[in-house]
């Protein structure tokens, strides 16, 4: 059995949910014997089957005696839907692969336990790398209680959002915003400040077409066999003083909540006005620098978010710099320097004081994108279970 290939179909199957399951996990399973794939099927949507039960659907009575690949641990508890290691083993399994452990407390080892008490073969690790960081969002927000946080910018060579009068579009090229667009798609919910909003009354929607998401993240691996719907992300928008417009285009886009995030100086009409637009109002503390983002990240995760985009502008970004509240960056750089004091920096704000207190990160990936750059990296120093290798 070529372990390797069959656990990486199961990786591209989680992959076709994307954005769809928070707060649940994305998994992938392939049901396999005799070297033939005889059913798979991946987790859809919180609160419907989980991976294994489609793949095991699919593959009826031929599934005694076959090995079943998963991504992630099977389950062992009742949630919303019954424990899947009780349905692997009812179904006559002999061999499971798992790629990677399930941090939950809820399972923690248990289903590989129980798969191994009930006498059916348990090989863990395969292809562990790539399942883990398939679910760093929800093992951050599993064992955090908060969303895992990506920050994004595009800024000229020179570190410069925009110029001295203001003008931004575009610093970046088409090929680098097609790309953003594709880490809108990713993400459960983006995150701007009140500046964004006023400035530039943006949609914030993933403008790319289902099969454009569809060859990026998929590609051919699947041979076309599968389609992916394009969910729009959640908005939060973090304005102290309800200062968002009524008619801004952000309250526009379909099938999607919009979230924001006010102090108690912002008046009981203005909440009201956001509430009867479909709006959802949240009171959080206000800082000397701003609504406070630990509080706000909290309340994130008890709505259950598990992934966050911070899309900007310079003061929203500098203030999760600032308390180390991130656990990546994506940063697209154009092919332009702009100068002057009085351009607009990427991150705002008072910075640090000293070398020793910024904020330090591990580069992961860096590439040229027709003439413009893009940079990924992790915080340094982010600690728990749920960050594969500390990256």
Request: one cysteine or more.
């Amino acid at each position: 059995m070529n372990d390797l290939m069959y656990m990486k179909r199961a990786i591209a199957l989680a992959k076709l949910a994307t954005a769809h399951t928070w707060p649940n996990p994305l998994v992938g399973a392939v049901v396999v014997k005799h070297n033939t794939i005889i059913g798979e099927g991946y987790h859809h949507k919180a609160g419907e089957p989980h991976a294994e039960v489609h793949a095991l659907q699919a593959a009826g009575e031929e599934a005694k005696g076959a090995t079943l690949y998963v991504t992630l641990e099977p389950c062992a508890h009742y949630g919303k839907t019954p424990p899947c290691a009780d349905r692997i083993i009812a179904s006559g399994i002999s061999r499971v692969v798992i790629g990677s452990t399930d941090p939950n407390p809820l399972v923690g080892g248990q289903g590989i336990i129980r798969l191994q008490a009930a006498g059916i073969e348990v090989k863990t690790g395969v292809c562990e790398k790539e399942c883990a960081l398939l679910n760093e969002s929800f093992f951050t927000y599993i064992q955090t209680g908060k969303p895992f946080v990506t920050l994004k910018s595009a800024m000229s060579l020179d570190g410069s959002i925009a110029t001295f009068t203001g003008a931004s579009q575009w610093i970046t090229n088409e090929t680098a915003r097609k790309h953003a667009h594709l880490l809108r798609a990713s993400y459960d919910a983006m995150v701007v400040g009140i500046g964004t909003i006023l400035a530039d009354d943006p949609l914030l929607n993933c403008r790319l077409s289902g099969s454009e998401v569809y060859d990026a993240i998929i590609g051919d691996t699947l041979d076309g066999a599968y389609s992916m719907d394009i969910r729009q992300p959640d908005v939060m928008i973090f304005d102290s003083l309800g200062r968002t417009p009524i008619e801004a285009k952000v309250f526009t886009v379909p099938n999607r909540k919009v979230h924001l995030f006010v102090s108690a100086q912002c008046s009981e009409e203005k909440r009201q006005a956001f509430i009867d637009i479909g709006a959802d109002v949240h009171d959080i503390e206000r800082k000397p620098n701003g609504l406070s983002i630990k509080q706000a990240l909290t309340v994130m995760g008890d709505m259950g978010y598990t992934s966050l985009l911070i899309e900007g502008g310079s003061a929203l970004l500098s203030a999760f710099v600032e308390t180390l509240a991130f656990d990546k960056i994506v940063t697209y750089i154009g092919n332009l320097i702009i100068g002057g004091t009085e351009a607009t920096p990427a991150v705002g704000g008072n910075g640090f004081a000293t070398l020793e207190a910024a904020a330090k990160l591990t580069f992961t990936d860096v590439h040229m994108m027709d003439n413009n750059i893009v940079i990924e990296a992790y915080r340094t120093g982010r600690e728990g279970a749920y960050v594969y290798g500390h990256r």
